[in-house]
């Protein structure tokens, strides 16, 4: 018994010291954790350990992703205090997958800025239009939009685009 | 900016839960969409503040190792990249060969700077298979981001360059102990007089004489027959022995004992074709005589030669059993014996050996050296035999030029120094000395003149190696 209790540890040790869990991860799965148990009881709770265990695992966005599934399968937009605590929660993790363990406060600020104003963009957009499928193409398009000015802003600056008479915006 | 898979699957989940939401009629996944939107935007703006980072910080040096070179040359281009500060996203830099390069293997032309690293550095070794001036003047740095989400791909200039030049051997010397010789190619008069063209001298008539010699003017004139002798000229029957064993590869690129050795056969050839005289042709490799043509003196064998001497190109084979000892003649060999003390042991084991001349005589005479040379004096003894060869073989082209000496009524040998074509330059001041010394003893032969065949400046650097040397000891 003690040689088996022995190996387990040793088996266990590097998958704990390798782990990819941040602050930022743990706060978000309690707190989504949390939220889910007190509104759906036992299946929010599954949703939070499989969140958890997703954020341990992988230091991409698998756990938001799962967590938005779960939010999904288990939140209704009625439930708009539950649906903004969750999304708070996702939004950590998300965090955390984009800027790792320890993201600058000029970061956590950006990103909370843009997370915070696209879900009240969606907010928004669905209290006030009819039909949900507009919200969801205003969503999509306006996403699109923004990335491909970006994309735009990007090629000027770096001197990419060449006017026909040779020379690039950036001379211009 | 480009989108990596990566971009691409997270953007089609936002559509899914966009599509989902509108399917449901259900806001919920809109919201996931919404801040999965969020997140893939600032990523593309983070990752535009790194490019334009990373274009700024960057400075690269395009260095290429040497900038003369010839065809088929390998050379290695050094590739630098540094950046004055560090950025958190991976930086690659690839050198881009131009079309007139062999591109080398991509691991060696892209160097990579990763993420807080500062500089990073490659060495790749490209081959120059075409004359002119290679320009590596392009630069493609590939800028990724944090996340691995876009890339972009920049050009940037360099400004690297290599003069290739073609193969030729130019700044070819021909001359005895470095000193170059004006030219072999002259009118060939016997120093004898006959009948011919060119008026000589004239000469009282003597029994024996033919009538038709008669010089009738200067008879009447001195009121005694007089014959007018004419300077004879000769054909000389041109008998070129060519070497392109596989040991003539030595050299540079363009620059081998081989390339040498041809521009002088191929002056022969002119010159036997400006004369009008018969030309025989031997060409060798490491397995004996491989062409043989002639003689001739069409119009068509002197083209013949010509263009089988510019197809020709040294054997591929290694230089297998090449004796490179310096000659003994078995006369050398018995002396040698005599000379030995008495009985000793070491003498008594000594002497079967120096005295047997059988082995050595054997030994050479099956070398295709020997066996080429042995032919082409074989056909005409007024022949004016060219050996062009190498040094490499000492015992077989000494063997050779003896028989040559013997046999042919005047030999010209043509020899590359493989001192001056290894291109570690190992063999130095001393591998020349030995070659002059190798030469000077060809030319006591009788009828025999030795000649080195090298680059000039080789020459030239031995030549002033060799009174340094001498000026030291």
Not at chain 2, 359 to 366: C, K
Request: aromatic share 8%; hydrophobic share 40%; proline share 5%.
């Amino acid at each position: 018994m003690v040689g088996a209790g022995h190996s387990e540890t040793t088996s266990l040790r590097p998958s704990v010291r390798s782990n990819q869990l941040t602050l930022l991860d743990g706060i978000g799965a309690i707190v989504l954790t949390g939220v889910l148990l007190r509104s759906h009881g036992v299946w929010g709770l599954l949703v939070g350990i499989g969140v958890l265990g997703a954020a341990t695992a992988s230091s991409g966005p698998a756990a938001f992703l799962l967590a938005q599934l779960g939010i999904v399968s288990l939140v209704s937009v009625a439930e708009s205090w539950t649906l903004a605590a969750t999304q708070l929660a996702a939004g950590l993790l998300l965090a955390s997958a984009a800027y790792g363990p320890t993201p600058t406060r000029a970061q956590l600020g950006r990103f909370t800025a843009a997370y915070v104003a696209a879900l009240g963009l969606v907010w928004g957009l669905q209290a006030n239009l009819r039909w949900l499928w507009q919200s969801a193409l205003l969503v999509v398009a306006l996403a699109a939009g923004v990335a491909y000015v970006l994309h735009r802003y990007e090629r000027v600056n770096l001197g990419l685009v060449t006017t026909p008479d040779g020379s690039t915006e950036v001379d211009r | 900016m480009l989108p990596t898979r990566r971009w691409a699957v997270l953007a089609g989940t936002a559509c899914f839960f966009a599509a989902f939401a509108a399917i449901l009629g259900e806001a919920t996944p809109l919201y996931a969409a919404g801040g999965l939107s969020a997140w893939l935007l600032l990523g593309q703006a983070d990752a535009i503040r790194t490019m334009r980072q990373v274009e700024r910080a960057l400075s690269t040096d395009v260095s290429v190792a040497t900038p003369n070179a010839f065809v088929g040359d390998r050379t290695a281009v050094t590739v630098d990249a540094s950046l004055s500060s560090p950025v958190d996203a991976p930086v690659d830099v690839e050198l881009v060969a131009p079309p007139s390069v062999s591109e080398p293997h991509r691991d060696q032309h892209v160097l990579r700077i990763d993420p807080g690293e500062t500089s990073a550095t490659t060495t790749c070794s490209v081959t120059l298979p075409v004359a002119g001036r290679i320009r590596f003047d392009t630069l493609r740095l590939t800028i990724g981001d944090r996340t691995g989400y876009f890339t972009e791909s920049i050009e940037l200039d360099a400004d690297a360059r290599v003069l290739v030049d073609s193969p030729s051997a130019a700044d070819l010397h021909v001359g005895q102990g470095g000193r170059a010789v004006g030219t072999m190619f002259g009118e060939h008069p016997t120093d004898q007089t006959g009948p011919g063209l060119v008026p000589h001298e004239t000469r009282q008539y003597v029994m024996g004489d033919t009538l038709s010699r008669i010089d009738w003017k200067t008879t009447a004139r001195m009121n005694q027959p007089y014959i007018r002798e004419y300077e004879s000229e000769s054909d000389y029957q041109l008998s070129l022995v060519f070497d392109a064993g596989s040991q003539m590869r030595a050299g540079p690129t363009g620059r081998t004992k081989h390339a040498y050795a041809r521009e002088i056969a191929l002056g022969f050839v002119h010159a036997a074709e400006s004369y009008g005289d018969p030309i025989r042709a031997h060409f060798l490799d490491d397995d004996g005589t491989h062409w043989r043509y002639g003689p001739s003196t069409t119009s068509d064998a002197y083209q013949t030669i010509r263009n089988r001497l510019l197809d020709s190109r040294p054997a591929a084979g290694g230089t297998g059993t090449v004796d490179i000892s310096n000659p003994v003649s078995p006369s050398e060999a018995r002396q040698t014996g005599q000379s030995l003390d008495g009985d000793s042991p070491f003498a008594t084991t000594l002497r079967p050996f120096l005295d047997e001349t059988a082995t050595y005589i054997s030994r050479v005479s099956d070398r295709p050296l020997f066996n080429a040379v042995k032919t082409a004096c074989g056909t005409d003894s007024r022949a004016h035999l060219v050996l062009i060869t190498d040094d490499t073989s000492k015992v077989e082209t000494y063997e050779a030029i003896v028989l040559a000496s013997q046999e042919s009524e005047q030999t010209s040998v043509f020899l590359t120094p493989s001192a001056l074509f290894d291109r570690t330059q190992t063999a130095g001041t001393d591998g020349f000395v030995e070659f002059e010394a190798f030469r000077r003893r060809l030319n006591r032969l009788r009828n025999v003149t030795a000649y080195e065949v090298a680059p000039r400046p080789a020459v030239e650097r031995a030549r002033t190696d060799a009174a340094t040397a001498g000026g030291d000891r």
